[in-house]
C-alpha cells in the first residue's frame, strides 16, 4: 500500500513523549517573541542599539557579567547589570553608574558669570559643544544628574546675590533649558551635590550650614530637608555618588578647614555618618566616583592651592589615600565621572592666577595616571557639572 505523506492541516499536536530518533533541521526564521543574547568582550554602551529591542541579553565574556536591555531607544539604551556588577550602565550618572557618553560644565566665574552649558566627549578629546545658556548666573550650583537632565540648582550671580533657582536641560538636545522648582532656601552656593536614581542633593553651603536637602528629578517642586552632616560646612565641592549613597568630604566649617568625609543614605532620611577623612583639610574641591571609590581633587587649605588626588573606599571607613596629582594646582574646578576616568574641569591656580580652561582626565585603575583631555572654550572656576 502507498504511504501518504501527512499534511500539515492534518496535525493538530504532537505528544513529545513519542518523539524517537534524530530530529531534522529546524528553520526558526518565522519564530516570534525570542530575545537574543549579545556575546562580546565588553559592555554595553547607551549606543549599542539592540536589534532584539527591550530583554535583549548582553554577555561580556571576559569578565563573566551579564546585563539585560531594560530601554531600547536608539542611542540612548539601557542596560542594567543582572549580575553582581556595578548597576545600570545606560542613560546617565544618577548614583547608579558613572555616565557613558559626556561631561557637562555650566555657569562659573572667570571675572564675569558665564552661563553657557558646555558639553564634552568622554571618547572624543577633539569634540566640544555648546548645549545652549542657563536661565541665570550661577557661580557655585550645586549640579545633579538624573536618566535625561543635568541640574543647576541654586548658586549666585553678581555681587554674591542669591538665587533659589533650579535649571535643568537636556542631555540630548541642546538650548532645552527649563525651570525645575526651588531650593529650599536661596542659597549662595558653597555646596556638594550627589544623585541617586530619583532625587538630586545638595549638602552643606553657605550661610554655614548642616543641611542635606533634595530634590525628586521626577517633578518639578520646591526641595525638602533629607538630613544632616555630621558638622557644618561650605565651599567643600566633591560631591560623591555610589549605588546607595551620597559623600561629602572636606569643607570649611566657620573655623577650620575640615577633612571629613561624610555618608548619607539616599534611601533613609538618617543624618549622616563619618566615613573618615581625606588627606588634609580643604575646600573648593572637585570629586568623581568610580564603581568602587569616591575620588576628590585640588582645592585650597587656607594657605595653599593644591594639586593632589585622593581616593577612599565605599565599603571601608579609613584614611584616604594618595592616588595622584594634577598637572597643575586647581581650586574651584567642577568634576565629572565616567564608567572609567574622573575628569577635573576650569578652575583657578594660585591666587591671582587666571582662570582655567583645562580639562584633565584621571585613570580610576592606575595611580599617577594625569592626562590633558581638551579645553573649554570659556574659562571658568566654581561650574556646576553633570555626566550621562
Not at 555618588?241 to 533613609?268: C, E, K, L, Q, W
Amino acid at each position: 500500500m502507498a504511504l501518504t505523506k501527512a499534511k500539515v492541516s492534518f496535525v493538530e499536536g504532537v505528544d513529545g513523549a513519542v518523539l524517537t530518533g534524530a530530529m531534522p533541521a529546524v528553520d526558526g526564521s518565522s519564530l516570534t517573541g525570542i530575545s537574543g543574547m549579545t556575546k562580546t568582550t565588553s559592555d554595553p554602551l547607551i549606543t549599542s542599539n539592540p536589534a532584539t529591542g527591550v530583554g535583549t541579553v548582553w554577555l561580556n565574556k571576559s569578565t563573566s557579567e551579564l546585563f539585560g536591555c531594560t530601554d531600547a531607544t536608539t542611542d540612548e539604551n539601557v542596560w542594567v547589570n543582572i549580575g553582581g556588577g556595578y548597576g545600570d550602565y545606560g542613560k546617565s550618572f544618577g548614583g547608579k553608574g558613572p555616565g557613558t557618553v559626556a561631561g557637562f560644565a555650566s555657569g562659573g566665574y572667570n571675572g564675569s558669570y558665564p552661563i553657557s552649558i558646555e558639553k564634552f566627549l568622554f571618547a572624543n578629546s577633539a569634540t566640544l559643544s555648546d548645549h545652549g545658556d542657563l536661565t541665570r548666573e550661577a557661580r557655585q550650583a550645586s549640579g545633579c544628574s538624573s536618566l535625561t537632565y543635568g541640574y543647576a540648582m541654586g548658586g549666585n550671580g553678581t555681587s554674591n546675590v542669591k538665587t533659589n533657582i533650579i535649571d535643568k536641560y537636556a542631555f540630548a538636545s541642546a538650548n532645552t533649558i527649563s525651570d525645575h522648582g526651588d531650593t529650599a532656601t536661596p542659597l549662595l552656593g558653597n555646596t556638594s551635590s550627589q544623585s541617586s536614581a530619583t532625587y538630586g542633593f545638595a549638602s552643606g553651603g553657605t550661610p554655614t550650614t548642616n543641611t542635606i536637602s533634595k530634590m525628586p528629578f521626577a517633578s518639578s517642586t520646591t526641595m525638602t530637608n533629607h538630613a544632616q552632616l555630621t558638622e557644618a560646612r561650605y565651599a567643600n565641592g566633591g560631591g560623591v555618588s555610589s549605588d546607595t549613597h551620597g559623600y561629602t568630604p572636606a569643607g570649611h566649617n566657620g573655623s577650620i578647614y575640615t577633612s571629613t568625609i561624610d555618608r548619607f543614605s539616599f534611601d533613609s532620611e538618617s543624618n549622616a555618618t563619618d566615613h573618615g577623612d581625606i588627606s588634609s583639610g580643604r575646600y573648593s574641591i572637585s570629586g568623581f566616583s568610580s564603581s568602587t571609590h569616591g575620588f576628590i581633587a585640588g582645592g585650597h587649605n587656607g594657605s595653599a592651592y593644591l594639586g593632589d588626588v585622593d581616593k577612599y573606599a565605599y565599603a571601608s571607613n579609613v584614611t584616604a589615600a594618595d592616588h595622584a596629582t594634577l598637572s597643575a594646582v586647581h581650586n574651584g574646578s567642577s568634576g565629572s565621572s565616567s564608567t572609567t576616568h574622573g575628569y577635573s574641569t576650569g578652575g583657578q591656580g594660585n591666587t591671582g592666577a587666571s582662570y582655567k580652561t583645562l580639562i584633565e582626565k584621571i585613570s580610576y585603575a592606575s595611580q599617577n595616571t594625569v592626562s590633558s583631555h581638551t579645553n573649554l572654550t570659556t574659562s571658568r572656576q566654581d561650574a556646576s557639572n553633570s555626566q550621562y
